[in-house]
């Protein structure tokens, strides 16, 4: 017996007024006024902030769009950008892959030890960025660095490595660092996506004639696609925002601000230079920045698609 | 139906919320943790101090809490980041500068003041000190070279209690057994010389490792120091940056020179106060740059290197160079919204003129468990002596970015020369690259005038 659809009156949203919808919004309230006095009321005072001149103690002018306008022509501003774009791009490029396929070798059956084995790619997002920047560096770089010892002892350098001090290291090591700390988080994703295919789609794809990659590209990858898309935007606007790891691990911009991002040089000047004005404008510009890459991101991995065709 | 279900739910709430069920001991409980809060609720409080002293630095929260009170109104010391200090001020000063919760007395560091100084006129948040200063007869016992740093526009906005000379520290048995003496270097030239042989002779005795002099290569610091040797200032009195000075470009070609030559004589210390001693401790750095701030760290060498360390003077440029820098500095000052500004510059005045002579002191304190490591030689009369030579510059958020330009032409022409760019092309090419660096720090003079009346 098949159920009887719901009819399109009980479907249209109900205009009514009444008690009953005067006790939800004193429900809302309290969710409705959080947002307006921590989310909504501070942006609106830092997008007024952003129109006004004034470091330090200066009092505050408005000064319409000069700190716009400085922003423009400001090259520490872009090439802050440019190395925080750099850093998501490349961040990326590995990230989803390498997660991938560590979810692919764990949903094998025939690798053993798959309980260790999540365990030890997974325990590594439990490390705190700052902590994983400040093992980085003890690790890597430095006189007194495992790597550094382990290299003189075995009598392959004689001048101990000063990695974090050479400008083509900088963006390398971050993005090992940021790379330890994201590739077991999305292997897991990953994992829980793949437990989830269908496996009579691979009997099929089987039959067909497809080979290992044909099933990877033909089967798995379009069936866990909004797993990878989630994956993708959640670690772009990760990647963009990235402060802590490059300012403890090159405790500042690094070797010829290569390793400035934008979230830190916003940091720098409104907290360090005590220019709020100027801050609140690059905090402006970034968001726009970010807010433009994530639609582009949607638009280009479908996003939402599915739920449209199914 | 309605009725069946209303008379369920009245039961069950009956059930739910009757006493008889509630054991006797969760009463009691409940009963006694009431009678805590309403009696904790209810206590006395702590008389809050009348003044209040806003400082990082254990040293003057210890100084603080052993002077005798002040007569009159009470007062107490906050101890707090330096982080924590420099945004709950300058929030205040900039929301609130009239705000009761305002320090009535508060301890600056050199780069934390420099954003509090840096304001237009009238708008510093901080009160101007020279006529209280010349009033009370205090001004004589300032160290002449040690108000430059809180000085803007003639006026006086801190009273200096710490000021930092710098020295050069080495290791005098390392030396020894390479059978030279930096001391005897006069000139910065001599001394590359002599720290050319020092690494010569340690690289034949297999240790290649080994440099003579820290330098930076990713900060600014240690040619900041030499900078100001040559009187040269990155940002003038007037605000106007100076990195187009042409003193620079072949000052910074011998930094590259001593740090990435053919044969490099200098080296970066390891970050972390514990590391750096211990690079002196094995030898891998044999010459280091020491403001007084520096020298208690060196208890951790004590007594491994007890009569292996000896002290010098920079060597100069030019005849005409000073011996010394200044790295690093504190004073106290009073906010403009200080709600008793009489009473807050008596706490100010007892804390800085607590001790005899001028101020600020040679940090004798600082150096009392490290003597032992100088042998016979008196390093408290060296900074007494160098602190008097001084000349302290007001450090400003545009200097801060001046040293952020120098830091990036640093590692730059170090990579550049390593890669075996000659001296003259690299002369060239930081000359270049300092010119951007001037454009961009006219931008930014332009930028921050513009939003002043």
Not at chain 1, 201 to 212: E, I, N, P, Q, T
Not at chain 1, 267 to 283: K, M, N, Q
Request: include cysteine; charge should be neutral.
């Amino acid at each position: 017996m098949s159920r009887k659809p719901p009819s399109r009156e009980l479907l249209k949203p109900r205009r009514g007024t009444g008690v009953r919808d005067r006790w939800a919004y004193v429900f809302l309230f309290p969710f409705i006024a959080g947002m307006a006095l921590f989310f909504a009321w501070p942006l609106a005072r830092s997008g007024w902030m952003s129109l006004q001149r004034g470091a330090g103690t200066d009092e505050a002018r408005f000064a319409g769009l000069a700190n716009y306008s400085f922003a423009a022509r400001d090259p520490l501003l872009w090439g802050s950008l440019l190395n925080t774009l750099a850093f998501a791009a490349l961040f990326l490029v590995v990230q989803i892959p390498a997660s991938l396929g560590l979810a692919l070798l764990l949903n094998d059956r025939r690798t053993r030890g798959l309980r260790e084995l999540r365990f030890i790619f997974f325990s590594t997002h439990l490390v705190g960025v700052v902590f994983a920047a400040v093992l980085f560096s003890d690790m890597l770089s430095g006189r007194h660095s495992l790597m550094s010892r382990l290299l003189l002892h075995a009598g392959l350098i004689d001048i101990p490595l000063d990695l974090l001090n050479r400008e083509a290291w900088v963006m390398p090591l971050m993005l090992a660092c940021a790379w330890y700390l994201s590739v077991g988080f999305g292997m897991i994703y990953c994992l829980a996506a793949l437990q989830h295919v269908d496996r009579q789609l691979y009997d099929a794809a089987l039959m067909d004639g497809a080979g290992a990659w044909g099933r990877l590209f033909h089967v798995t990858i379009p069936q866990i696609r909004p797993t990878l898309s989630f994956l993708a935007i959640a670690g772009a606007i990760w990647a963009l925002q990235v402060f802590e790891l490059p300012y403890v691990l090159l405790d500042g911009p690094g070797p010829n601000y290569r390793g400035l991002t934008a979230v830190m040089y916003l940091f720098a000047i409104g907290f360090e230079r005590g220019d709020l004005g100027y801050s609140a404008a690059i905090g402006w510009i970034f968001t726009v920045v970010v807010v433009l890459i994530t639609l582009a991101m949607i638009r280009m991995l479908g996003v939402g698609r599915e739920e449209v065709e199914s | 139906m309605a009725a069946s279900l209303d008379l369920t739910v009245r039961r069950r709430a009956e059930q739910w919320f009757s006493f008889a069920s509630i054991p006797p001991a969760a009463v009691l409980l409940f009963l006694a943790g009431l009678g805590t809060g309403v009696a904790l609720l209810l206590r006395p409080g702590e008389r809050e101090p009348e003044l209040v002293l806003w400082t990082a630095s254990a040293e003057m929260a210890e100084r603080f809490a052993t002077a005798p009170p002040p007569p009159g109104p009470t007062a107490g010391v906050e101890l707090m980041s330096s982080r924590s200090l420099d945004l709950r001020l300058m929030t205040l000063l900039q929301a609130a500068p009239s705000s009761t919760e305002l320090p009535d007395v508060v301890h600056l560091e050199t780069l934390s003041a420099a954003k509090f100084l840096d304001a237009g006129p009238g708008e510093i948040g901080l009160m101007p000190l020279e006529d209280r200063l010349a009033a009370s007869g205090l001004a004589d016992r300032v160290l002449p070279g040690a108000l430059g740093a809180w000085t803007r526009d003639g006026h006086v906005y801190g009273v200096p209690i710490e000021l930092h000379p710098v020295t050069l520290t080495y290791r005098k048995d390392l030396f020894a057994a390479a059978g030279v003496d930096p001391a005897a270097a006069t000139t910065w030239d001599e001394l590359a010389v002599i720290l050319e042989q020092y690494c010569a002779y340690w690289q034949q005795r297999g240790r290649p490792n080994r440099r003579g002099l820290e330098l930076a290569r990713t900060t600014s610091e240690h040619i900041t120091l030499m900078l100001q040797q040559r009187e040269v200032a990155l940002v003038d009195e007037a605000g106007r940056p100076n990195l187009d000075d042409a003193r620079i470009p072949p000052l910074l070609t011998f930094y590259s020179e001593l740090l990435a030559g053919p044969r490099p004589v200098a080296i970066p210390t390891s970050e972390g106060h514990g590391r750096w001693v211990a690079d002196l401790m094995r030898g891998d750095v044999a010459m280091i740059w020491t403001p007084g701030w520096k020298l208690p760290h060196l208890e951790a060498a004590v007594p491994e290197l007890n009569g292996k360390l000896a002290m010098m003077e920079l060597p100069r440029f030019e005849p005409g160079d000073a011996r010394t820098a200044v790295w690093g500095g504190a004073m106290l000052g009073i906010p403009s919204g200080a709600s008793n500004p009489e009473a807050s510059w008596k706490l100010l005045v007892q804390l800085a003129f607590s001790g005899e002579g001028h101020i600020p002191a040679a940090p004798e304190a600082s150096l009392a468990g490290v003597g032992g490591l100088f042998a016979s030689q008196s390093i408290a009369g060296v900074y007494l002596e160098l602190s008097r030579e001084v000349r302290a510059e007001p450090m400003t958020p545009l200097g801060i970015a001046a040293a952020a330009h120098l830091a990036s032409a640093i590692s730059r022409a170090a990579d550049a020369r390593a890669a075996g760019v000659s001296e003259r092309e690299l002369n060239e090419l930081i000359s270049a690259w300092l010119a951007a660096a001037q454009r961009d720090l006219e931008r930014r003079a332009a930028f921050a005038a513009g939003g002043r009346p």
